[in-house]
Each structure stands twice: as C-alpha cells, then as structure tokens.
C-alpha cells in the first residue's frame, strides 16, 4: 500500500463537481494539491478554502489546459510551488450535446480539443516529474459515454472512448517504471453536468440505473484513492463506477 501523505496531485477542472471532490480527498489523505480551474477563481478558492480548514495543503492555479502552452505553465507552477509531482488527475471535461446532423465543426474541435487534447498536453508536461516519483500516478476521467456510446454525443464520446486507447498505450510503455496509468469511467454523477439535463431525461436515465440513483462524486474520489494507494499492480484498466449501468 502506497503511502500518499506529502505527495503532490494536479487536479484539472478541480474546482468544482468531481474534480472537486477528488482534491478534497486527496487532501485528506495528506497530498498536496493544486486544484486547476479554467475561469471560475472563486469556486477554486472555495475549494482551496474547504482543504485548508480541515488541515489539508492546496492551491488554486488557472490554466486552460486545452492549451499546450498553458498546460506547461500549469506543472512548472506546482514544481515551483511543491518541487515535485506524483499524481495527474486528467479531469477536465465539458459537453456540446447535439445530434451528428445537427453538431458544428465548433462542437466536434472544442469537445475533443477540451477532453482529449488536454490529457495530452498536460501528460507531456508532467511526465518528466511523475517519472521521478516511485508511486506515479496518471488518471483519466473518461466516461460510461466512451464505452456505451451516448445519443447526441458522438463528440463527447469520441473523446472519452480516446481517452481509454491513451490509457491503455501509455500504460504499456510506461510498465516497467511504476508509474501505473488507469481510467476511471463514471456513470451518471449528481454534478452540474447532469443537473444540466432536462428533469424528465434525468428521470428517465434513473429508471435504467440498476441501483436507482446517480452517484456521488465522493464516489469517485474513493475510486482515485484506491488507484493511488492500494493500486501498484492496477495499470491500463478501466474502473467502472456506475451503478451497473454498464457492465
Ligand atoms: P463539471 O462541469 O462540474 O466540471 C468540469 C470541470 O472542468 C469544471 O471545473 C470546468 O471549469 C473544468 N474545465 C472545463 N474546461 C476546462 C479547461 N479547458 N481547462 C481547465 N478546466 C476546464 O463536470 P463534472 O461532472 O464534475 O465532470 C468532471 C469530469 O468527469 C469531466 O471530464 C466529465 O466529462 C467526467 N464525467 C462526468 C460524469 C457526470 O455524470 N457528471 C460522468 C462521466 C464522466
């Protein structure tokens, strides 16, 4: 079992939802975390906030992580901050829900260009320092989407079913150096992203969840935190947290 108190964790979009819950329980088990937003600072300073009242260390930092350039800066500000970095939580996501006759290019470039492209850009700038580490730690946020395909979301799905081939190659080349990189695939969670769905959509997605209900996003953190501590000999996989949904 990997100890994770003192390590540090990047967390993108980490100021609210998931991400959000994912830094709070990190922080809780003694890691350092910079919580990554895009353009709300004052969520992520909430969030920063919450950590450090039960005794946790983190920091805001702003990025728009579909960009490579920003993406860098991102991790050279946690190596300054922390002076190194052992986890990456690639979770940073958004939607543009339309049907494939009706999506724009716009939709198609942003989604994929916000979901995937940014797994990339921020796995190059940080694996040089996640190397260094002897428990690394590479997590993607992908999406029940990405394995069962989703109406309206050939964009979104894309993205996330692209996300699970990345997972799977880089965990291949990345074996041998205790680094593990894994996906975790959420189902439906209780965030803004599905409070966004129409209620009579919502109730109906509840009605074909086995367990009846969406998950939590602490349900989530608990998944990340098993991947980090007691998930040495856990690479390439995609764990599933979904109600049964999927199977
Ligand atoms: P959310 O919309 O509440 O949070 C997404 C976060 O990503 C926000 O903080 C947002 O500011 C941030 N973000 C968006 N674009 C960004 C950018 N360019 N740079 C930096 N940050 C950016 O959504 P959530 O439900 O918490 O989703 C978190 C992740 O989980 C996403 O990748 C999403 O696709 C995935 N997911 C969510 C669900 C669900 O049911 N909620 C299910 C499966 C997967």
């Known amino acids: 079992m990997v100890n994770l108190n003192g390590r540090v964790a990047i967390v993108t979009g980490g100021s609210r939802g998931i991400g959000a819950a994912i830094a709070k329980e990190l922080a809780a088990h003694g890691v350092k975390v910079v919580i990554n937003y895009s353009s709300n600072r004052e969520a992520a300073d909430t969030t920063v906030k919450e950590i450090e009242q039960v005794g946790g260390k983190a920091f805001a930092a702003q990025a728009d992580v579909s960009d490579t350039v920003q993406a860098r800066v991102l991790v050279e500000e946690t190596i300054t901050k922390y002076g190194k970095l052992d986890i990456l939580i690639n979770n940073a996501g ?13 939709d198609w470039n ?53 996300m699970i081939g990345f997972t799977k190659s880089l965990a291949l080349e990345l074996a041998k150096t205790g680094t593990t990189v894994n996906a975790i695939c959420p189902g439906f969670i209780d965030t803004e992203m599905v409070q966004a769905i129409p209620d009579e959509i919502r109730a109906q997605i509840v009605a074909k969840i086995p367990v009846r209900r969406f998950g939590l996003p602490e349900e989530i953190a608990r998944g990340v935190i098993y991947l980090c501590q007691d998930g040495e000999y856990i690479t390439g996989q995609q764990l599933n947290i979904n109600g049964g949904l999927y199977m």
């Open 94 to 106: 958004i939607t543009r829900d339309r049907t494939f006759r009706k999506i724009t290019d716009e």
């Open 110 to 162: 942003k989604v994929i260009q916000v979901n995937l492209n940014s797994v990339y850009n921020m796995t190059t700038a940080a694996l040089s320092h996640i190397l260094e580490s002897d428990a690394g730690r590479i997590i993607n946020i992908s999406s029940i989407i990405g394995q069962a395909g989703g109406f309206g979301q050939t964009n979104y799905s894309a993205a996330k079913a692209g």
